[in-house]
């Protein structure tokens, strides 16, 4: 996305909360700083771009879309490789957010709950965090070079781990996906999406 759509969906999802003033653009800025950190290779702002371009296409499934926009704008807000408590710091970081900017209470916890259902350890449940993750998993059903390039990105975010370890953990990671009776819940992005994700995971956990 250019900078002006970006600064557009930013000061839309907080008009949606019903701030008219959107925090001032620091706070923008500061998230596209941390998504341009050296230590990432696919949680960048291309990933946020690609996930923000999906929401504008499909906003209209949202319950509460400011909510979805904002908690996408959060979501990989902080990524240390080393980590494990990813999502819950940058759900944290989003809550803070909500609270400073005047956002009510029961918006900046709904938020916070969406920003942690990234961990992806359990099937999403109500309409906005169907379209939430189904939106941040929208890479797994890209086209064979994007898919390529993903792969790539993601393995040398986590160089540093020995093949012996990363290669049957990454597998598994994939085979979770693809055990599910449905990758995507949303019906526009499942018919899109759903049969290139299952070809895509298979030729890579075959590959490995």
């Known amino acids: 996305m250019t900078p002006e759509a970006l600064l557009a969906n930013w000061t839309e999802a907080w008009g949606a909360l019903g701030i008219a003033a959107a925090p001032d653009q620091a706070l923008c800025l500061e998230l596209q ?7 990432r290779h696919y949680h960048t702002m291309q990933h946020l771009g ?9 906003k209209a499934l949202a319950e509460r879309p400011g909510e979805v926009a904002l908690a996408l704008w ?3 807000a902080i990524y240390d490789v080393h980590a494990h408590d990813n999502e819950a710091r940058s759900a944290d ?4 957010a909500m609270r400073a900017a005047g956002a009510n209470e029961e918006a900046a916890e709904r938020i916070h709950v969406l920003v942690m259902a990234t961990r992806h350890d359990a099937v999403p449940e ?21 898919f390529a390039e993903y ?15 990363r290669l049957p953990r990454r597998r598994a990671i994939l085979q979770r996906f ?9 019906p526009r992005m ?15 956990i075959a590959a490995r």
């Open 33 to 39: 700083r941390r998504y341009g950190e050296p230590q």
């Open 190 to 204: 499942h018919a899109l999406l759903e049969a290139r994700a299952r070809t895509n995971l298979q030729h890579s």
């Open 93 to 96: 970081w989003s809550r803070e």
């Open 74 to 76: 959060f979501h990989d």
């Open 126 to 146: 109500g309409r906005d965090a169907e379209l939430l993750i189904d939106i941040d998993l929208s890479i797994l059903g890209a086209e064979t070079a994007r």
């Open 50 to 58: 690609e996930c923000l371009v999906w929401f504008e296409r499909e």
């Open 178 to 186: 693809l055990d599910r009776q449905a990758i995507y819940a949303t």
């Open 151 to 165: 792969e790539r990105q993601v393995h040398a975010e986590y160089a540093f781990v020995p093949d012996a370890v």
